[in-house]
Antibody, heavy 119, light 111 residues
Framework: EVQLVESGGGLVQPGGSLRLSCAAS????????MNWVRQAPGKGLEWVSH????????NYADSVKGRFTISRDNAKNSLYLQMNSLRAEDTAVYYC????????????WGQGTLVTVSS | QSALTQPASVSGSPGQSITISCTGT?????????VSWYQQHPDKAPKLIIF???KRPSGVSNRFSGSKSGNTASLTISGLQAEDEADYYC???????????FGGGTKVTVL
């Protein structure tokens, strides 16, 4: 069974850092492109970052560029999101999502991890 | 990198059909047949229901269908059921720099 399990969320002060993890099971992570998508409380989905299967191609939303870093460890079947210089507007549930086909077919999502940026 | 435009809410009675629009630009929806749709129930993760404009994943009801004309994609739910009450989001490829953009979401209410 394919599963994605996020962890690492929590309460952090503005300007602080947090590292999210996404543990994949039931499939070989190295074969798939992966994404982080977030959802602020009561708001819609926002794409955050993408990483190719090899890790060589990486993209970020303008809202997080220069502050967030996506990475993956295919040997550990894990995806990461390092978040620095956090702002109140980064408060959201963060989901990792698998892209089945490279063409935006986000077929599996984790349950999400909540990041709260507040003093 | 503006969000795609969706109506905030759409409602219908059981058995009826409803259509949700998703309007983008010639840089995203209009240029690529890479529009997907996601259903999200409260406090749940999104679920893929349509990909590549009109394709349905295995296990998704054929009551869900997708289409596209110009810069606007559409999701139609036919034979509306109580379980269809949820939020729906479109997503489109938007180019190699910032590849994915979501719509603002549409809340579907079954009357």
């Amino acid at each position: 069974e394919v599963q994605l399990v996020e962890s690492g969320g929590g309460l952090v002060q503005p300007g602080g850092s947090l590292r999210l993890s996404c543990a994949a099971s039931g499939f070989t992570l190295s074969s798939y492109e992966m994404n982080w998508v977030r959802q602020a409380p009561g708001k819609g989905l926002e794409w955050v970052s993408h990483i190719s299967s090899s890790g060589r191609t990486i993209n970020y939303a303008d809202s997080v560029k220069g502050r967030f870093t996506i990475s993956r460890d295919n040997a550990k079947n894990s995806l990461y999101l390092q978040m620095n210089s956090l702002r109140a507007e980064d408060t959201a549930v963060y989901y990792c999502a698998r892209d089945y086909s490279t063409y935006g077919r986000f077929d599996y999502w984790g349950q999400g991890t909540l990041v709260t940026v507040s003093s | 990198q503006s969000a795609l435009t969706q109506p905030a809410s759409v409602s219908g009675s059981p058995g009826q059909s409803i259509t949700i629009s998703c309007t983008g630009t010639s840089s995203d929806v209009g240029s690529y047949n890479l529009v997907s749709w996601y259903q999200q129930h409260p406090d749940k993760a999104p679920k893929l229901i349509i990909f590549e404009v009109s394709k349905r994943p295995s296990g998704v009801s054929n009551r869900f269908s997708g289409s596209k004309s110009g810069n606007t994609a559409s999701l139609t739910i036919s034979g509306l059921q109580a379980e269809d009450e949820a939020d729906y989001y479109c997503c489109s490829y938007a180019g190699s720099n910032t590849p994915w953009v979501f719509g603002g979401g549409t809340k579907v209410t079954v009357l």
